[in-house]
């Protein structure tokens, strides 16, 4: 049982590239979550999902695209990156349902740099 | 007003002290409230959950006060592996989907 996996673990991007985060639970988890963290900014909500194929705008949605065709994936896509960008990328699973815990199990983070 | 909101500190105590963090929400019909710990350049981990008045597991105790609005982190005979940044959580929205994560509060033990 792996939990929340995250690929990759670091990149290094240049102005205007695009690319994919790849998030894989596990647990069999209905909601699934990408935060961004920045120092002294905590972590903000980008992107969430409740089910499969579904998906919904978080606080800063802005600049990225999400997409959830599989339960036990979800991707984030960046398709102009720019420095703004530049961050720790978190994803996180909760089990929801009726009855669920609201515990959010996170992912091990991708680093992101935009130069 | 921050929707969650805490004192980042950092709190430098020595070990064996007894240490405790605040967290004020805005939102008055959040239910449910959590602490994460998150060690250095980590993923955040669930500490505790308080749905109630308040939560206790061994050295740590969380307490809510819903008239004031804000949740509470005491942290008992400090040990050196207590240093961490502390997240106060709430869920908020329809079903909870959304949370909120305050900033943080670093703490550091030393021996």
């Known amino acids: 049982n792996a939990g929340v996996t995250q690929t990759p673990k670091f990149r290094v991007l240049k102005t205007g590239q695009s690319m994919t985060l790849l998030c894989a639970q596990d647990?069999?988890?209905?909601?699934m979550y990408w935060y961004r963290q920045d120092p002294g900014m905590g972590l903000r909500l980008i992107h969430y999902s409740v089910g499969e194929g579904t998906t919904a705008k978080g606080e800063v949605p802005d600049g990225y695209n999400v997409s959830r065709l599989k339960k036990q994936n979800f991707l984030l896509g960046l398709e102009s990156a720019a420095p703004s960008q530049t961050s720790v990328y978190f994803c996180?699973?909760?089990?929801?349902?009726?009855?669920?815990?609201?515990?959010?199990?996170f992912g091990p983070g991708t680093r992101l740099t935009v130069t | 007003r921050k929707e969650v909101e805490q004192d980042p500190g950092p709190f430098n105590v020595p070990e064996g002290a007894t240490v405790a963090f605040n967290c004020t929400y805005s939102?008055?019909?959040?239910?449910?409230f959590f602490w994460y710990r998150q060690d250095c350049r980590k993923e955040p981990k669930l500490l505790m959950s308080v749905y109630s008045s308040g939560n206790e597991d061994g050295r740590f105790t969380a307490q809510l006060n819903r008239a004031s609005q804000y949740i509470s982190l005491l942290i008992r005979d400090s040990k050196l592996s207590d240093s961490a940044t502390y997240l106060c959580v709430v869920p908020y929205g329809t079903g909870g989907f959304k949370t909120i994560f305050g900033a943080g509060t670093r703490l550091f033990v030393k021996a």
């Open positions: 939102n008055s019909a959040s239910q449910s």
């Open positions: 996180a699973s909760r089990k929801g349902g009726t009855g669920g815990g609201y515990e959010q199990y």
């Open positions: 647990m069999n988890h209905e909601y």
